[in-house]
């Protein structure tokens, strides 16, 4: 469930306040009981063969791509037709927004309201498109991530009336929908994680699209709200796919998503860190205990995904640009997010430099690509510079913040990087460390030397990134 359907229910409360008075009465009644289905779906065939370029999960850059807003045609073909610009950015996982039928009954339009696990949305093509776009991004070395919602369905999904007891119910025995925050979600309808059979069900149809679409991981939507030991089901499942490496991603923050086998939590407390920096003033360090929070659990690589927008907070808090300092604010963040620890993630349009948010339920705004060369030069340069260097990667930071200027030295081996931004519109001078003053390095994105003195004055919403 996302954060912007959040936002959206109030809005909506008003324009269908008839409909969600009466969801209680007019709730699918409880069908006759039906025996349980098979527990072990057969195998399906595998479509392709398994991709064998699936980074390392610390090595990933993850590019976000909501079919609606992405092209013209707002369909597979539309993002395949443009997957070298993909590619070109620097990014190496392709993440889709749900793929699925989206459901009628009592819906709102949300990608979010799936109708069937296992069939496409005909509004962005058929199972061919996608699997067209799939080998597409393949051959350019790019991984393929779908976004799965594991919490709800829509009201209209074959489960409500074949298997009720799939789904929590009132005292009444009404299917009921979920809430978070005093805010009711009307369009989906509960699952019943208590029910084996629910479960095995949801873990067959993940495990349908790795087969059949030759998909190469999952985005979890709303990772938090389901029991962990659900996903440590999921997922040790998902493993056992040997001829798959495959890439897990919980949209989530508890510490003990790790433990249960995901390979990245998603950076809500980071993107936060932005709007407290940038928005609120306060000081630079404000990262680093942020940073200290969301690694709580994770080993052997795990990592925390971020971000500066996606598609729910640029839909309800606006674009990058406009909401941390125009483009050289925007850049000067993401430079944060992508640097400083974790995999960054492109929401896509960012890179153009968008000024216009994509509002849901992303129907009403189309990207403008090549608007902002410039932003999107500086992308490549950023993402290049980060696949160039081991410390950039993998390292660990070391922070040397001040109030203005988040700095920080990473290492991984005998690589070293060291990264300087300034967090404020207007110049900063910041005094290095003891062991930095007076060190040579190499500009990662110019690549010229760089000798640092006592102390480096970047201009507004400046940068440095250093590695030698």
Known sequence: MSVLRFLFANALALLVAGCLQGCKEDAPKPADPVAPPTTTDPTPTQYGTPFGGVPDRQDAVMYQVNMRAFSQGSNFAGVTARIDSIKDLGVNVLYLMPIYPIGQLRGVNSPYAVQDYRAVNP???TLADLRQLVDAAHARGLTVMLDWVANHTAWDHPWITAHSD??????????????NNGVTYNDVAQL???????????????????????????RFDYADFQPNDFWKQANDTLRTIKTHKLLLLAEGTRASNFASGFDYNFGFSFYGGFWDVYRRAMPATRFDAINATEYTGATAGQHVVRYITNHDVNGSDGTPVTLFGGKAGAMSAFVIAALYRGIPMVYNGQEAGMTRNIPFPFTSVKITWGANPDVTRAYKQLLAARSGSAALRRGTPTSYSSANVCAFTKTSGTDQALVLVNVRNAPSTYTLPAAQAGTTWTDALQNTPVTLGQQVTLPAYGYLVLKK
């Not at 799939?166 to 809430?179: F, L, V």
């Not at 029910?195 to 998909?215: D, E, G, S």
């Open 123 to 125: 509004e962005f093509g």
């Open 166 to 179: 799939w789904y929590q119910k009132d005292a009444a025995g009404n299917i009921i929908s979920p809430s």
């Open 192 to 218: 019943n994680f208590a029910n084996a059979a629910m479960r095995l069900q949801m873990i067959a149809a993940m495990k349908y699209w790795v087969y059949t679409a030759n998909i190469d991981g999952f």
